[in-house]
C-alpha cells in the first residue's frame, strides 16, 4: 500500500495574450478620451472670418451680417452690393456669423438686428434705426453710416475671430 502525501498541487500561470483587436480598441478608446477637450471645445475647423454679435437686446428677429470687399453699396445695399450675407436667428441673444471660404483682402461688415424680420434696417420718421445696427471696428454711425474705409480690416485667409457690438 502507497501512502499518498498531500503535498500543494503546482499551478502555472498561463498568461493568454490579449487579442489584437481588444488591444486597438483599448488604445483607440484612451486617445479619444486624451482628446475629448480639444474635440469638445474646438471651434469651426475651416478658416474663415468667425464674427461675434454683442449687445443684443433680445432674442426676437434675426441678426443679419453683410459681409462687403468694396465701398460699392456699403453698408445700406447689402441685398444687391455684398460679397456674403448670412442670416441668423437669435437665441438666448446670442448670434455668431461664420464666414468660410473667404480669399484673403481687404472687408468690412455691417449687421443688423432685423427684430420684425422685414429684411430691412427699420428707423424711425427722423431717419435714426429703430434696430440695432453695428459695423467692423465698431466704427460709429454719427451722421449716417460710417465710410468702407473706416470700417474696413484686412483678412489673410486663416481664422479671424472678430466682435461686433450693436447699438440701438
Known amino acids: 500500500m502507497k501512502k499518498i502525501m498531500n503535498e500543494p498541487a503546482i499551478v502555472k500561470k498561463v498568461k493568454r495574450p490579449i487579442p489584437r483587436g481588444v488591444r486597438c480598441l483599448a488604445l483607440y478608446a ?45 453698408p445700406t445695399e447689402f441685398l444687391h452690393s455684398a460679397t ?7 437665441r438666448n441673444t446670442q448670434a455668431r456669423c461664420d464666414f ?9 461688415l455691417a449687421v443688423i438686428h432685423d427684430e420684425n424680420m422685414n429684411g430691412k ?5 427722423l431717419g435714426i434705426p429703430t434696430e440695432g445696427y453695428g459695423f467692423s471696428n465698431d466704427a460709429t454711425a454719427l451722421f449716417g453710416a460710417p465710410s468702407f474705409p473706416v470700417s474696413c480690416f484686412q483678412y489673410d485667409g486663416h481664422n479671424l475671430d472678430m466682435t461686433i457690438s450693436l447699438h440701438y
Open 30 to 74: 484612451v486617445l479619444m478620451f486624451a482628446h475629448l477637450p480639444a474635440i469638445a471645445f474646438a471651434q469651426t475647423a475651416c478658416p474663415g472670418i468667425h464674427v461675434k454679435i454683442l449687445n443684443i437686446r433680445n432674442s426676437t428677429g434675426a441678426v443679419a451680417c453683410a459681409l462687403f470687399e468694396s465701398p460699392a453699396g456699403f
Open 84 to 90: 456674403n450675407i448670412m442670416i441668423i436667428k437669435v
Open 100 to 108: 468660410e471660404d473667404i480669399a484673403p483682402g481687404t472687408y468690412a
Open 121 to 125: 434696417l427699420d428707423t424711425n420718421f
